[in-house]
């Protein structure tokens, strides 16, 4: 069945129209090349496929993704087809009739795109002589035992002789448009730009290859930019060859773009060449027709939460679970990058802040970070196992009580309560609550660690004491393993769990957007992020109050690592004196955020970088005027007006108060809130759009 394409994008309300002419699309071939391309590896696979949708609604079947064959992801993710555009299908047909094997078909995502899928291993015979080629050509030499290189190699070279018979076919029409997303796929578009293939190239770094790298030995990486000898770093980190790939890439496209402002300073000292769009990534964001629809999955949510740390902290369940609040982090496990060093020391801060002011709130942390074990820890099994047995054995007294009250009630009489259960029950009981009797304390991970003495995490957890004592108001459960809906301990999958929890902290050194905020945002969840992650920056220039919309940003670019943890510390520690409808109020805010992470919004920036680089390399046929920046000037969000929902503006005269103080707070109206927001959305700053009078910092570059 033909894809249908929408002929012009339309705004999200309240957000301003996208005022650039559309591309002739009917004349021209998209193609996005990605290593993640119906391959899951990291972020970039949640960016090629949550963009799928708006991609396909403008580009409709001419638009064609690229990536590696697998075969288990091809069976399961691939409708297999043949290709609609005969030139397509005679340039696969090259490559097929040389023993080199492309595979056509789409991918079963929203949108449905096609796919073009390259058989590297079908081609390695030609890995020799194309490592010739590339060292005839640039000079660049790849190592016999970096597999990934070769692999990207090989690939590369047949993306490029794939455009190479495509475009012998087509001619000048249609053009074609090719979009490399990342490193492992910069030799494609580096051997497209060497033998003067005619089509327009675009290259996005997601993250610099040695920006990754650095960041890992725990260095001053942002304050030190300009200081690296860029050479030696790669070299000494034996990817040098990888950082010359992806260099050559980003100088040989026609259009270099990145995530974010953060990732744009860094690749300007890195890579040498400043960004000329900056793309942010977004999500599909579906709204819900009523406003409390997204509450009471959060609710749900929590309530399955709840179920999981009755039986994991059964015998030690001495704190109220309606008072308990569920933080968590997940991600990489990624110790310093990700912030993990940090969060815990703040967690430490907190613990003693809320036993000094006999705060009666209890923080449960979550860790979802996937590590090597080798199976579900025997005490967490037995624990739910416990949980369960007690559940089981107090629906049947329930069941026995029921049907004696009824009986008793049926008859006219009014039933002695201290004869309606026997002696039996009362031996059940007793013996259920034996059970629940535990002399070790609630285990801090849920998995035997395979090297537990040396994991990062499991070592500050002994640093810091946190042991999930009785007298501790923070209590750890790292869970080294993503989550899964089938799983015996916690079955939920990533996004239920996210729904029930209170607050999301991810204190990230080094992240170049930060899809883990951006997913708790369109959730209605409130989070912590950085001034060092996209995300974060993104939020800074469009919220003028981030925290009244439940998005913390601690400073790690200007402030020491412990005036950082201060910060988390307290933002954490004011989060937990919130009362209840503080935080809903706060949820709600946060939730019509999502309109900014919208793919139909942020998609816009993605058709201007097509638009420059068909303008770059077709000169003759597309001409584009340079846009001036906008001003900065009311670009933001308003901070709200009504009942603030951040204790640093509210606080009690005591930490710990009731939610019938409450009653007497100014009236909170959600609709005419929510109204004055869409009106509020602006246009985001440009790359180099500094405010006027704002300082550039040290280490900033002034683009």
């Known amino acids: 069945m033909p894809l249908t394409r929408s002929l012009s994008m339309t705004s999200l309300s309240g957000l301003p129209l996208w005022d650039e002419e559309d591309l002739p699309v009917d004349d021209l071939l998209l193609f996005e090349v990605a290593w993640e391309v119906t391959n899951k590896v990291g972020g970039i696979y949640t960016v090629i496929q949550t963009k799928a949708k708006i991609t396909v609604d403008e580009w409709g079947e001419n638009l064609f993704m690229m990536g590696p064959y697998y075969e288990h992801n091809f069976n399961t993710q691939v409708e297999q087809c043949e290709p609609p555009n005969p030139a397509i299908k005679k340039a696969m047909g090259a490559l097929n009739d040389n023993g080199c094997l492309v595979y056509f078909g789409r991918w079963l995502i929203e949108g449905s795109p096609y796919v073009i899928l390259f058989d590297t291993g079908s081609a390695a015979w030609n890995l020799d002589r194309w490592k010739g080629d590339l060292w005839d050509t640039c000079g660049i030499g790849l190592p ?285 009981m007793k013996r259920a609550i034996y059970a629940t009797q535990r002399h070790t304390l609630p285990p801090v991970t849920t998995h035997n660690m395979l090297d537990d003495t040396s994991d990062p995490i499991l070592a500050n957890v002994r640093r810091i004491g946190l042991f999930n004592a009785r007298i501790d108001r923070v209590k750890i459960v790292f869970h080294p393993e993503f989550l899964s809906s089938t799983s015996p301990l916690l079955p939920m999958d990533y996004e239920e769990f996210v729904r029930g929890c209170h607050l999301g902290v991810f204190p990230s050194y080094y992240e170049p957007w930060g899809y883990t905020p951006g997913e708790c945002t369109v959730m209605g969840i409130p989070s912590v992020t950085t001034n060092l992650s996209g995300f974060g920056c993104f939020m800074e220039e469009h919220v003028s109050d981030p925290t009244a919309y439940g998005i913390y940003i601690v400073d790690r670019r200007f402030r020491s690592a412990d005036d950082s943890c201060n910060q988390l510390t307290q933002f954490m520690f004011g989060f937990c004196q919130q009362s209840r409808r503080q935080r809903i109020i706060q949820r709600n805010r946060t939730e019509r955020l999502s309109d900014l992470l919208d793919w139909r919004y942020l998609g816009r920036f993605y058709m201007h970088a097509r638009s420059l680089a068909l303008s770059r390399a077709f000169p003759d046929k597309f001409k584009m005027e340079p846009l001036a920046p906008p001003q900065t000037e009311g670009f933001r969000y308003p901070r709200p007006g009504s009942v603030p929902p951040s204790p640093s503006v509210s606080v009690h005269s005591t930490p710990h108060h009731s939610d019938e103080e409450d009653d007497d707070e100014e009236p909170y109206d959600e609709d005419k809130e929510a109204e004055r927001d869409r009106q509020n959305i602006k246009a985001p700053f440009t790359l180099g759009a500094t405010p006027e009078g704002k300082k550039t910092h040290p280490g900033e570059s002034a683009n």
């Open 144 to 428: 016999a035992h970096d597999r990934e290189a070769n692999d990207s190699l090989i690939f590369g070279s047949m993306v490029a002789w794939f455009f190479k018979e495509l475009t012998d076919e087509l001619g000048d029409s249609p053009n074609v448009l090719a979009h490399f997303h990342e490193w492992q796929v910069g030799a494609g578009l580096i051997l497209c730009r060497s033998r003067k293939i005619p089509l327009a190239t675009i290259f996005t770094t997601h993250a610099t290859l040695l920006g990754r790298y650095i960041c890992a030995g725990n260095v001053d990486f942002y304050n030190n930019l300009g200081k690296f000898n860029i050479d030696q770093e790669a070299g000494e980190r034996q990817i040098y060859h990888r950082y010359c790939l992806e260099r050559a890439a980003v100088h040989c496209a026609h259009v270099f773009t990145t995530v974010s402002q953060i990732t744009a300073v860094e690749a300007n000292h890195m890579l040498h060449r400043k960004p000329d769009v900056v793309t942010p990534n977004g999500l599909n964001i579906k709204k819900f027709s009523a406003m409390h629809e997204f509450q009471n999955l959060h609710s749900t949510n929590k309530g399955r939460i709840q179920e999981f740390i009755r039986g994991h902290f059964y015998g030690h369940l001495d704190f109220n679970l309606e008072k308990t609040l569920f933080f968590f982090i997940a991600g990489r496990y990624e110790f310093s990058n990700k912030g993990v060093d940090i969060f815990l020391e703040s967690l430490s801060r907190l613990n003693y802040l809320l036993r000094v002011h006999k705060n009666d709130v209890t923080v449960v942390v979550f860790f979802i970070m996937p590590a090597k074990t080798n199976n579900f820890n025997v005490e967490t099994l037995k624990g739910q196992a416990v949980r369960k047995q007690l559940w089981d054995t107090a629906h049947t007294v329930k069941d026995k009580f029921g049907k004696r009250l009824y009986e008793a009630l049926l008859k006219g009489d009014i039933p002695d309560m201290n004869t309606i259960l026997d002696r039996d029950d009362f031996t059940i």
